[in-house]
């Protein structure tokens, strides 16, 4: 079955920890995106990549860092800076980044203490 | 910039009808629309691009009117299976999707 897959699906980590968000996807889509979701804000937009090996800063960058080695793989890191992690995080895909579906994956909900 | 939604919330009676706006500032090529069950993901519905086309999906359906740089959802003869949060988002040709904060529609028996 093709698919977007997050894991793990709850995160929990104190605070000064770097955490890294896996996102894989078995869709051969070449563009893949990360979300943050906070209650009545809808879904913003962290990075973003349109290829293997390129990737751009979204709305809210700071605080992350992202990685594209691999088309099926675009894992995000959580850093110290980042002010306010806690948040439920979202990751999906398209088959190329025009005007094109996205499939979003389950999610993973990242609690900092 | 995120575009904006209306109403935030509606409440509808199985068989009822409900439309959700959203209004960008800027031009678009595209608007996308999805809804969202709770603790789930978001789960897409429909794109409309630049042209002004009407889309319909099952009794949902969509209109985009790039003049005004506005697109209206309309659910007809609600059924429960339509409650959720539906969010609309907005190209505008930079290869990124800008999202509303979101419309919570509830469908009671």
């Known amino acids: 079955d093709g698919g977007i897959t997050q894991s793990p699906k709850y995160l929990f980590r104190k605070e000064g920890q770097n955490v890294t968000l896996s996102c894989e996807q078995n869709l051969n889509h070449d563009a893949m995106y990360w979300y943050r979701q906070d209650p009545g804000q809808g879904l913003r937009l962290i990075y973003y990549?349109?290829?293997?090996?390129?990737?751009q800063k979204g709305d809210i960058a700071e605080g992350y860092s992202v990685s594209r080695e691999k088309k099926e793989s675009f894992p995000l890191t959580v850093t110290s800076a980042q002010k306010n992690p806690t948040a439920f995080y979202l990751c999906?895909?398209?088959?190329?980044?025009?005007?094109?579906?996205?499939?979003f994956g389950p999610g993973t909900r990242l609690t900092v203490t | 910039q995120q575009p904006v939604q209306s109403p935030q919330a509606v409440i509808l009676r199985e068989g009822e009808d409900a439309v959700i706006n959203c209004s960008s500032s800027k031009a678009l090529y595209s608007v996308h629309w999805y809804r969202q069950k709770h603790g789930e993901a978001p789960v897409f519905l429909m794109i409309?691009?630049?042209?002004?086309e009407q889309k319909g999906h099952d009794k949902i359906s969509a209109s985009f009117n790039e003049k005004k740089q506005q697109s209206s959802l309309y659910l007809t003869a609600s059924q429960l299976s339509y409650s959720g949060t539906y969010f609309c988002g907005t190209e505008d040709g930079d290869y990124k999707l800008s999202f509303g904060a979101g419309t919570t529609v509830t469908v009671r028996a």
């Open positions: 999906a895909s398209s088959i190329s980044p025009f005007a094109n579906e996205q499939y």
């Open positions: 990549s349109q290829i293997v090996n390129d990737f």
């Open positions: 409309l691009l630049k042209g002004g």
